[in-house]
T-cell receptor
Framework: NAGVMQNPRHLVRRRGQEARLRCSPM?????VYWYRQLPEEGLKFMVY????????ESGMPKERFSAEFPKEGPSILRIQQVVRGDSAAYFC????????????FGSGTRLTVV | SQKIEQNSEALNIQEGKTATLTCNYTNYSPAYLQWYRQDPGRGPVFLLL?????KEKRKERLKVTFDTTLKQSLFHITASQPADSATYLCALDMNRDDKIIFGKGTRLHILP
């Protein structure tokens, strides 16, 4: 039973390009969460999704960032027109969505904007 | 404002001793609190969950306490080993929903 799969592990983009980060949750998990982590900083919540629904996007920047979790396929975090400040590790987690559940995290995507 | 605080400085503990990490929070009333371990370049790994009505939880060499009056959780690793060296993250639900918020973590070094 594979865990949470994130790809790519490393992504380099030039300023102004688009970055697409993918996350396949654990089998049987219907809830996906995206977090951003800067060096020496904690995990910052970005967005919480269920299949075809955004439940909470209070941590997402208002511009350039979007997320989806379609009926089929992985969850996608999309960053348009990347800037140097977007360089960070982006972690995806999934859960079965039951009360008192823990999260299972992927290994993250390290985005570097040059 | 709401805040989760963990020791910002690294903690160095001699092998075999008990390591104790602290998590304090303000302006929250979480229903539960979780502890995760994170190794460099990896995602966090869940360790323990404790509910607001539980005082203590144990799992092998790990013990977590939760004091909702003090708004504090303590995380203990007994008989510590160099392999326990990692960053430990405290997390709690902010609004009694499925979203959890993390502290910045405490880096633990177990010295052989």
């Amino acid at each position: 039973n594979a865990g949470v799969m994130q790809n790519p592990r490393h992504l380099v983009r030039r300023r102004g390009q688009e970055a697409r980060l993918r996350c396949s949750p654990m089998k049987g998990h219907s809830h996906v969460y995206w977090y951003r982590q800067l060096p020496e900083e904690g995990l910052k919540f970005m967005v919480y999704l269920q299949k075809e629904n955004i439940i909470d996007e209070s941590g997402m920047p208002k511009e350039r960032f979007s997320a989806e979790f379609p009926k089929e396929g992985p969850s996608i975090l999309r960053i348009q027109q990347v800037v140097r400040g977007d360089s960070a590790a982006y972690f995806c987690a999934s859960s079965p969505g039951e009360w008192l559940n823990s999260y299972t995290f992927g290994s993250g995507t390290r985005l570097t904007v040059v | 404002s709401q805040k989760i605080e963990q020791n910002s400085e690294a903690l160095n503990i001699q092998e075999g001793k008990t390591a104790t990490l602290t998590c304090n929070y303000t302006n929250y009333s979480p229903a539960y609190l979780q502890w995760y371990r994170q190794d460099p370049g990896r995602g966090p790994v869940f360790l323990l969950l404790i509910r607001e009505n539980e005082k203590e939880k144990r799992k092998e060499r790990l013990k977590v306490t939760f004091d909702t009056t003090l708004k504090q959780s303590l995380f203990h690793i007994t008989a510590s080993q160099p392999a326990d060296s990692a960053t430990y993250l405290c997390a709690l639900d902010m609004n009694r929903d499925d979203k959890i918020i993390f502290g910045k973590g405490t880096r633990l070094h177990i010295l052989p």
